[in-house]
């Protein structure tokens, strides 16, 4: 490959990755109007921050510590943690909530950098330990009513 197709393409690496991001958010049923629940969810509401600042951008997932039987549940209660540090689970629906359970909860926060003009999603900033369901140390239970959950508190460890 020549340089000039090779920054023709580079050039294009944004725009692939955003496609990329809305093709995935559609594939797990982000979005408004999604799929029939056939489980009840509750609304569930909390915070993340990473060394005592709001974690804005940072993208939450709820594990269930036992599976939902197939069809139960589209896929995992999710958010992104907006600019105040604050977040509301989605499951289907925009805000709906989550199912009733335990959980234990992964945090990954891709902090914007600048490449060249442009902003890309930079390294996972949170340790690793925070990306995995299986050594994440934030657990959570979602109970049959509102849920206002303790803050998550992530630190450099």
Same mark, same amino acid.
């Given at each position: 490959?020549?340089?000039?197709?090779?920054? &023709?393409?580079?050039?294009?690496? +944004? #725009?692939?990755?955003?496609?990329?991001?809305?093709?995935? !958010?559609?594939?797990?049923?982000?979005?408004?109007?999604?799929?029939?629940?056939?489980? +009840? #969810?509750?609304?569930?509401?909390?915070?993340? *921050?990473?060394? /005592?600042?709001?974690?804005?951008?940072?993208?939450?997932?709820?594990? =269930? %510590?036992? =599976?939902?039987?197939? /069809?139960?549940?589209?896929?995992?209660?999710?958010?992104?943690?907006?600019?105040?540090?604050?977040? !509301?689970? &989605?499951?289907?629906?925009?805000?709906?909530?989550? =199912?009733?359970?335990?959980?234990?909860? *992964?945090?990954?926060?891709? %902090?914007? #950098?600048?490449?060249?003009?442009?902003?890309?999603? /930079?390294?996972?900033?949170? =340790? %690793?330990?925070?990306?995995?369901?299986?050594?994440?140390?934030?657990?959570?239970? #979602?109970?049959?009513? @509102?849920?206002?959950? @303790?803050?998550?508190?992530?630190?450099?460890?």
């Amino acid at each position: 490959m020549d340089q000039a197709s090779a920054r &023709t393409k580079g050039r294009w690496m +944004p #725009v692939r990755a955003a496609l990329g991001a809305f093709a995935m !958010a559609a594939a797990c049923g982000c979005g408004e109007g999604g799929a029939d629940l056939k489980v +009840p #969810v509750f609304p569930v509401k909390g915070k993340v *921050t990473f060394e /005592g600042e709001p974690a804005a951008g940072a993208f939450v997932v709820f594990h =269930p %510590k036992t =599976p939902p039987k197939p /069809g139960d549940t589209p896929s995992n209660p999710r958010a992104t943690v907006q600019p105040d540090g604050t977040f !509301a689970l &989605t499951t289907s629906s925009e805000g709906d909530g989550a =199912p009733v359970g335990d959980y234990a909860v *992964t945090v990954q926060w891709m %902090k914007p #950098v600048k490449q060249g003009k442009d902003l890309v999603p /930079g390294p996972n900033v949170v =340790p %690793k330990a925070y990306a995995e369901p299986s050594s994440t140390p934030l657990k959570a239970t #979602v109970a049959e009513s @509102e849920n206002a959950l @303790e803050p998550f508190a992530i630190t450099r460890k």
